[in-house]
């Protein structure tokens, strides 16, 4: 009885921690589901020829014997794959078409997601996970949840817990994703008396866990679309460097121990330059470092965010579908004025090439400053991120 009030009591507290759900005709992922795949995937490979030996010594692993086929591979037990043999895991990385929901190897984030109930649709949670919906079933509760390195997802996992009596066995379909997109598709638990048994204590922590995650909130995706009209400007709010503000930034307030030097500008002011891991910080001072006023943070490698959560090592597509974009044609000089009028702030301009782009927003601030992003890339990856008070 205790246990049902506290199944109870978590389902109330998540209706509060997650809105309703985007899609409410989508349907959670259930192990019946999956094991239907299982046994379409069974049929289908048992008319193709097996490409490996699964009597060999790497054929051995800790999900059962492995047996390559060119529709999936198959991770079973003994050496023979029959109608009757227990399968413990199906993977998929070159099959081409559809593997599950009209999601496959080669699908973008975005369609993943939309296959899938999403009671979290900005991704509310750490900078290591995220939620995507919890929900019991008849058999135990059924989940969804995403697993990143901040806006870098790189595993999508929709699973199911089922309890029967002291033991539960989760069956799940887990995405794993490269630069946005699905590289490889794994669908593991599918047979009860395999790798993922869990005991009751084992479950209840596990559901525990996604309740917990349900109710961070100090991390969350940036908005994205591939329509640039439905986007917002750089603005005064975005100019954020390492979770610090920009415009207010003090040496002081500089991550780690960065190693300084304060050298004469030749106008009567000096410049005091901060070196840290992974960036590089430029401020306007006194002679001796006093009343420094910040002109430019760059970001030298990936360990840290700036605007919009943009990062060295981004793909182009993905930073430029964070800004408003759209409002004019490409010039013939391979230049776009992006939004706004080129000169009078807030406006963005791309500067295309083969090997490299750039891209620049501008904005003013309440304080009266101009503020610019500069992003550069490299075959379509980001090298340097520059933010600098226009002069």
């Known amino acids: 009885m205790m246990k ?39 049929a289908q490979v048992l008319t193709e020829e097996l490409l490996n030996d699964p009597a060999g010594e790497d054929a051995e692993s800790e999900d059962g014997t492995f047996f390559m086929y060119g529709t999936a591979g198959v991770y079973a037990e003994g050496t023979e794959l029959t109608a009757d043999t227990p399968v413990n895991t199906l993977v998929f990385d070159a099959t081409e078409g559809p593997v599950f929901r009209e999601t496959g190897i080669d699908s973008y984030l975005e369609d993943v997601l939309a296959a899938f109930p999403l009671d979290n649709p900005e991704l509310t949670g750490t900078r290591e996970e995220a939620i995507l919906y919890l929900r019991e079933t008849e058999a135990g509760f059924a989940y969804g949840r995403l697993l990143r390195d901040g806006q870098w997802v790189n595993t999508v996992e929709y699973g199911e817990v089922v309890t029967d009596g002291e ?22 638990g599918l047979n009860p008396a395999g790798t993922e048994l869990m005991d009751a204590s084992r479950a209840e922590e596990f559901y525990s866990e996604l309740i917990e995650l349900a109710g961070q909130e100090e ?32 040496p002081v307030d500089l991550p780690g121990t960065p190693e300084t030097e304060i050298m004469d500008n030749e106008d009567g002011t000096w410049l005091l330059r901060c070196d840290g891991d992974g960036y590089e910080a430029v401020f306007r001072c006194g002679e001796h470092g006093e009343d420094a006023e910040i002109l430019s943070f760059s970001i030298l490698d990936d360990g840290m965010e700036g605007p919009r959560c943009v990062r060295i090592g981004d793909v182009f597509s993905d930073d430029f579908s964070r800004f408003r974009n759209g409002e004019n044609e490409m010039g013939e000089d391979l230049t776009e004025v992006l939004y706004g009028t080129e000169g009078t702030a807030p406006y963005g301009v791309a500067f295309y090439d083969f090997s490299a782009m750039t891209l620049r927003y501008v904005t003013d601030t309440p304080e009266g400053r101009q503020v610019e992003l500069l992003l550069k890339y490299e075959n379509y990856f980001l090298t340097e991120i520059i933010v600098h008070t226009v002069e």
């Open 4 to 42: 049902r009030i506290l199944c109870l009591l978590a389902a109330a507290l998540l209706c509060l921690i997650l809105p309703a759900a985007a899609e409410e005709n989508v349907n959670v992922v259930t192990a019946a589901e999956l094991d239907e795949l299982l046994e379409s995937v069974r």
């Open 167 to 188: 033991l539960s066995c989760r069956t799940a379909i887990t995405y794993s994703l490269a630069n946005g997109m699905v590289t490889v598709i794994r669908i593991s």
């Open 219 to 250: 991390y969350r995706a940036v908005k994205t679309s591939r329509n640039g009209l439905e986007l917002t400007p750089l603005g005064a709010e975005d100019l954020t460097v390492g979770g610090l503000p920009y415009v207010s930034l003090k």
